[in-house]
């Protein structure tokens, strides 16, 4: 059996300025505070809650490993937590381009998420037994994810 998706809804993560930890064995580590935002979709729409952060690990080969955790508050009064890991890579190239203000596209780099939905509200009880990838990027202080329900 093959699994499929079904998107569900777009978040506009927007973000504060990193808290950086400095290094560690495993890499660069840094917390970006997430700060609001904005969901919409077939599925789900609201806003994004001030109460979330990304830690975030930057490995020596490159590789930023992303640990994200924040609320949507849904158009209709529900709060679902997100959960959200992964990974982004660039090219050194890229990483250049962004050092030097250009704004890439997403398709430039690789950044992938897997999301887990958790609530008690009833009517969104199905993203409790639902899991969830995203793809995206950021521009500026503004994260892109479109997200999908895995069928």
Not at 38 to 55: E, F, M, P, Q, Y
Not at 62 to 87: C, F, M, P, W
Not at 102 to 125: C, K, N, Q, V, W
Request: glycine letters at 10%.
């Amino acid at each position: 059996m093959t699994p499929t998706l079904e998107h569900i809804c777009e978040f506009e993560v927007e973000l504060s300025p990193p808290h950086e930890m400095g290094e560690n064995a495993q890499g660069t580590r840094r917390i970006i505070p997430i700060v609001g935002g904005r969901v919409s979709g077939t599925a789900i729409n609201g806003k994004l809650l001030a109460i979330g952060a990304d830690w975030q690990t930057v490995r020596t080969d490159d590789v930023a490993y992303l640990d994200a955790r924040y609320a949507i508050e849904t158009d209709d009064g529900a709060v679902i937590e997100v959960i959200s890991q992964g990974l982004r890579h660039m090219p050194p190239e890229a990483v250049e381009r962004i050092a030097a203000g250009e704004t890439l596209e997403f398709s430039e780099y690789y950044m992938r998420t897997a999301i887990r939905l958790d609530t008690g509200h009833p009517d969104y009880a199905w993203v409790n037994r639902s899991l969830f990838v995203a793809a995206g990027g950021k521009t500026g202080s503004t994260v892109y994810l479109s997200v999908h329900r895995v069928g």
